[in-house]
């Protein structure tokens, strides 16, 4: 008989949790032909003959199929915690940034080992999953964190279920509504874009404003960028490393820097944007004299943006600085990140083409078109998109760079109160970078 019972003194219920209390399992054996030869498969445990007998039924329609593979009951065995911190040591250090691989280590540290860590992985159902992302609420946790959960587990189970150490993927069969994620900040117009450039003249937040603002640079990558990799003569700078992932309070020197996704992404320097990088390399240049006349340590790490002392600054701070300055410069609320976005979005508005803006942000193709929300498909690319040299970046980048500083009309003068010139506002103080 291919379904069979037995006692147990240690029953589960049918989400897998054990009761302890006494009662009836049923279990799944079944014979059958494969390539090499006759084979045994079995389950056991169901906590309902009802269970068993369907799963007997499905498995004899899948084990009559030559090409299926039955799950690995020896892996299947061990519990999610081991299978977990197991899966996210060797696939996140050769698949995930380093940001995200230690967002993913923290989840399953934090939040599921806690809930669900015991359960054998062969046992997790989409019932106890919803259970964990109910409590994950009730907690206190929003709504975007509880769907980053379900998106590890998904991943995650979903290799496990290609590796044939589990049936299905249970994460996929969740009933739990998560509902609309939290309003992304819109990035800034043109026109918003030049108020907030304006009060950051002169200031510590200039270069990194205009590099994320006009080119589109990752924050990491902004603070990552080395003057070896700029060369003003010839007009480019390359995009080629990026600032380590959280680097340790009070670091001084950097011995490496990290490598990014694109790394052969060289652009261009705009005829509006090469000030930017002059002042700044001025401003270093004096700060060394200065600093050694006053024998005092500079900390030469070669950066564009760096502290005065040429330490480098850190990723966290710089986000948290951020959102002072905007709330004190009185600008529409938005994320560093979303400057990236301000640009993306204002490049594609103004040329329309979506595959040299990709190429400027480091983006693919694809990634471009769902960030942008727009086609995706290879067959609306005309072909002088699919080679994209340094000529049609800086094409797409004058306009962009031209908009946001547009020529000067000397003949035209603001008018302020009796006719006469309009004074400049005095400068919002500084918010430290």
Do not use: C
Not at 192 to 207: A, H, P
Not at 209 to 217: E, H, K, N, R, T
Request: hydrophobic share 35%.
């Amino acid at each position: 008989m291919a379904v069979s019972s037995r006692q147990v003194q240690n029953k589960r219920d049918s989400n897998g949790v054990l009761t302890g209390k006494p009662g009836t399992v049923y279990d799944v054996n079944i014979k059958y032909n494969s390539p090499e030869g006759k084979k045994t498969y079995s389950k056991k445990g169901f906590a309902t003959k009802k269970e068993a007998t369907q799963h007997e039924a499905e498995m004899k329609t899948k084990l009559a199929n030559p090409v299926y593979t039955p799950v690995a009951s020896a892996q299947g065995k061990q519990t999610v915690k081991d299978y977990m911190e197991e899966w996210v040591e060797i696939h996140g250090k050769a698949n995930l940034r380093p940001s995200t691989f230690a967002s993913y280590k923290g989840y399953i540290k934090n939040h599921i080992v806690p809930n669900i860590g015991h359960v054998q992985l062969n046992q997790l159902s989409p019932a106890m999953l919803d259970n964990m992302f109910q409590k994950m609420f009730d907690s206190g946790l929003s709504n975007s964190s509880v769907r980053y959960a379900q998106r590890i587990m998904s991943v995650a189970l979903e290799h496990a279920r290609k590796y044939h150490y589990i049936e299905h993927n249970a994460a996929r069969d969740v009933i739990t509504k998560f509902g609309k994620q939290g309003k992304t900040p819109d990035p800034y117009t043109i026109e918003q874009m030049q108020d907030f450039m304006s009060k950051v003249i002169g200031t510590e937040w200039e270069m990194p404003v205009m590099l994320a603002g006009m080119y589109g640079l990752r924050m990491s990558e902004i603070l990552g960028l080395r003057w070896q990799n700029v060369d003003l003569e010839k007009g480019t700078f390359g995009v080629v490393e990026q600032l380590p992932f959280n680097l340790p309070a009070g670091t001084k020197e950097v011995a490496e820097m990290a490598p990014t996704k694109s790394n052969d992404r060289i652009l261009p320097i705009t005829d509006l944007t090469r000030p930017y990088f002059e002042q700044a390399k001025n401003l270093q240049e004096r700060r060394k004299e200065l600093t050694a006349a006053a024998g005092t340590p500079y900390y030469d790490n070669d950066l564009v943006i760096s502290k005065p002392d040429g330490a480098p600054y850190r990723r966290d701070v710089v986000s948290n600085n951020f959102g002072q300055l905007v709330r004190h410069l009185e600008m529409p609320h938005i994320r560093f990140h979303d400057l990236r976005h301000t640009a993306a979005t204002n490049m594609h508005q103004l040329t329309g083409d979506f595959y040299t803006v990709g190429e400027i942000l480091g983006h693919t193709l694809k990634g471009i078109g769902m960030s942008l929300g727009i086609s995706t498909n290879l067959e609306a690319v005309t072909a002088q998109y699919v080679d994209v040299r340094l000529e049609r970046k800086k094409s797409v980048l004058d306009v962009y760079h031209k908009a946001l500083h547009p020529p000067k009309d000397d003949g035209e003068k603001k008018q302020g109160d009796g006719g006469k010139e309009e004074k400049p506002k005095k400068k919002s103080s500084d918010i430290e970078l």
